[in-house]
């Protein structure tokens, strides 16, 4: 007993420990890169701060994607779903405030997710043919709503609601004015490091503290409580958690109720945190990115967010300037290399070559050119997504029943 | 505590499926702190009837009353709130969680979903022997440890009535006799059992009332202090009893398939298999007796190129075949009866022509050039289902709807056709009547006598010792013992297989 708990123990030590290691590893990469490459934009705390909030939309819609996907529902509607959020967001901010707005985006993303569960679930159709209609309604019905309600309001028209309230702002006053000195030194490692706790403690918007919350409430919830384990078992193998007494119905629906929920709050911050309105097609495919991050994190919290931030990170080096994009090859060409080394460590020769040539190609690209055109960061999501799908494959584990429609009474 | 009330009635139940009659007209009465056998051939109902009392199909017709209250079962939740457990003919785990959460699952209000619950699960996992650890993933189990998991969950949540769907097909001996002590326990304690099973002296063993069923409904009882095994057989089937003899030796010399030092290490560096060496001839059967998790599934996948050696090599005839794909070893006449027919065996939704082509999918009859040949296909299909007396609608009903063993007929009968040089044997009879194992060991045997060299793993001794011409004992991935079946008792083996002196 007690030998197991120590065992136990150790295990969670060395989960956290390896994270913090790569973290470490991590920064310490991306700031010997800015000194190299002479691009002090890679980290400033400017960058960090259109990173956080190029990352919480996709977050929130990656979530989303984690809660219908761990019961079992494959939610491609979650970027549809977004899309309501963004026009309940609009709405129900300009009569009721920011915070209700954000009930309201949770709310429309809800309705989307609500479809989807009655289509998936209760008629048992084709998890994608559901998606992609959620997502054609959901653009449809976000554009005839804009049309007809916003042309009436102060600052509004057909495709757009402008000046809505956003929500309130956080600055830690000591912390943030030392970490904007410290970063403003250029040091190796420390300043790069403050310019991360400069941008968390800087004006940072309450909704995204929320949604970075949403993704430790999210773990806490499916893996250490009762109700997360019978949803989880839904997606693994619902025929035998129906024999176990589990209502599967009920936990498919609450499960993509949420998840539409989390993309409608993602929808939310596009239109109040991330822009100062509304417009239509804001969303620009978000919501892809975030189910193309939940599938880089491995269907799970920790690795999401990690997916969430490389993307949202990319994503908001590109509106910057060209010569961080760039210095971003270095840092690929690096990360590369070191994921070869560590797969030569555990003696997966075949799969070290492959990474390493690749490794060496984004070098060259590197050393041979001085500017790489803008547009190449808008696929880095994807490109990102096929390249750990490519390598991982085989350590990615989906729940077994994903995708899979359910009927009661097949147990047996 | 044991009431005289009875604790299940069943009274004139029915089910019907398209082109079924399943149950009609089922009476069975279980009285208290009893086990209560349910036989039948394969088809006749039984695993129906138990979905049907736990709550999981709703029945046609008919009345169930649990210890004295009339119900209506609409979902297992209700049947479990009634004191029902069930433990299910084919598995029902998720691979991806750990024991402990497949334990926990639905009942996570006795102990928790943490250290209460694991301090629970290894209580159980001691007093009976089921050797579990709550932190491992199912899917890293074999077959004997999901069976004992199946069951320490039932146990777990404490159930009055305990069903238990064919629970021994792949245990066994020493942990049939563990299981029914743990059985003898519970009657004391005034719970009752349902068990079912194929196994008709583990039912002498351990029943008080015998219950027998044929096509659909119950057509007798049988005292089991006076009934023998010849008599059940005749209940089940009207048929006689089979034996496993066999008969003059059908070994030639030519080497069909050897194993020569072959290792296999997983992927912390621990031994799997240790330097394996094997032979067997043309016309040979080689038994692996063993306790399961000891390697055997191990060594089968390996040759079946589902895992590849870490050393050592394969020879299939005179060809190496150690790095060789899956399909080439199939296509070079290797037919292969996996453990667990859900999980290798079949595509439970497809139906029964389509799950023919399985395996077979590059060779006639089921292929013509790049296309499939439905026609040959559906017509060979048709043959298997008469050959091995697959019970069936019609080939195109999906293989789901078919009974367990029915669902290990076809896979059989799909193993056995295109004439293998070599079969690979995972518990080949698992969940067959005892009509339909002679009939398959007969197939058997035929194939034999024209050169068929036969890999044989099973938990049954008595088949182990009827089928082989050598038996081989696999303890922690190494053979640690040849044996004559001729001479050998299944003592002997039992011995062997935990490890005491040979
Ligand atoms: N879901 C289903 N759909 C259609 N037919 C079914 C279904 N389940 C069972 N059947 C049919 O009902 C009959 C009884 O099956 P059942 O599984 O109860 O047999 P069994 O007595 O348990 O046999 P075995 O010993 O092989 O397990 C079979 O003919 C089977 O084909
Ligand atoms: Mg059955």
Known sequence: ?412 | MPSEVDAVQLRGIGKRFPGVVANHDVDVTIRPGTVHALIGENGAGKSTLMKILYGVQRPDDGTITIEGKQVVLKSPTEAIEAGVGMVFQHFMLADNLTVLENMVLGAEKLHGIGDGARTEIRRISERFGFDLDPDVLVEKLGVAARQRLEIAKVLYRGARIIILDEPTAVLVPQEVDALFENLRELKAAGNSVLFISHKLDEVLAIADDITVMRRGTTVGTADPATATKHELAELMVGSELPSPETEESTVTDTVQLSLSDVTLTDEFGRNLLTDLSLTIRRGEVLGIAGVEGNGQAELVETIMGMRIPTSGRIMLGDQDVTHWHTRQLREAGIGYIPEDRHRHGLLLDAPLWENRILGHQTRPPSSKGMWINRKGARKDTERIVADYDVRAPGIDTPSRALSGGNQQKLIVGREMSGDPVLLIASHPTRGVDVGAQAAIWDHIKRARRNGLAVLLVSADLDELIGLSDTIQVILRGRFVGTFDPSSVTPQDLGTAMTGGAA
């Open chain 1, 1 to 412: 007993m007690s030998a197991a708990t120590a065992q136990r123990s150790t295990i969670v030590e060395r989960l956290t420990k390896s994270w913090l290691y790569i973290g470490l590893i991590g920064i310490g990469v991306v700031s010997f890169v800015r000194i190299i490459t002479d691009t002090d934009d890679l980290t400033g705390a400017g960058t960090i701060r259109a990173a956080i909030i190029a990352t919480c939309p996709i977050l929130a819609a990656a979530l989303g994607g984690l809660w219908a996907e761990r019961a079992g529902v494959v939610n491609i509607g979650l970027e549809g779903q977004m899309i309501l959020g963004t026009w309940g967001a609009a709405f129900f901010t300009y009569h009721y405030g920011p915070w209700v707005g954000i009930l309201g985006a949770a709310l429309l993303g809800l309705v989307g997710g609500l479809l989807h569960a009655i289509a998936t679930v209760t008629f048992g159709v084709d998890h994608i043919v559901s998606g992609v209609a959620i997502n054609l309604i959901g653009a449809g019905a976000a554009t005839y709503l804009a049309e007809a309600v916003f042309p009436e309001y102060e600052g509004g028209g057909p495709r757009q609601l402008n000046g809505l309230e956003a929500p309130a702002q956080v600055t830690i006053p000591g912390v943030s004015d030392l970490a904007n000195t410290i970063s403003d030194q250029h040091w190796f490692f420390v300043s790069d490091v403050a310019s991360v706790i400069q941008a968390l403690t800087t004006n940072i918007s309450t909704l995204s503290l929320l949604i970075f919350a949403l993704v430790i409430i999210s773990a806490l919830v499916l893996w250490r409580t009762s109700f997360g384990l019978r949803l989880r078992s839904c997606g693994e193998n619902p025929q035998a958690a129906e024999t176990l007494g589990v209502n599967v119905y009920l936990y498919k629906y609450v499960a993509v109720l949420i998840s539409g929920a989390l993309a409608g709050i993602g929808g939310g911050f596009l239109a109040l945190v991330a822009s100062s309105g509304f417009s239509t097609g804001q969303t620009g495919g978000r919501g892809y990115i975030g189910l193309a991050a939940m599938i880089f994190g491995n269907w799970r919290p920790g690795g999401l967010l990690a997916g969430a931030l490389t993307f949202g990170y990319t994503d908001s080096l590109r509106l910057r300037d060209t010569q961080s994009v760039h210095s971003l090859l270095l840092l690929v060409a690096i990360g590369l290399l070191m994921f070869a080394a560590w797969r030569a460590c555990r003696k997966q020769v075949k799969g070290a070559l492959v990474v390493a040539a690749a490794g060496a190609l984004v070098m060259a690209w590197f050393l041979l050119t001085d500017s790489v055109p803008r547009e190449f960061t808008v696929m880095t999501p994807y490109v990102t997504t096929m390249f750990v799908l490519a390598l991982g494959s085989q350590r990615l584990r989906m729940p077994a029943a994903d995708g899979k429609s359910y009927r009661r009474g097949s147990a047996g």
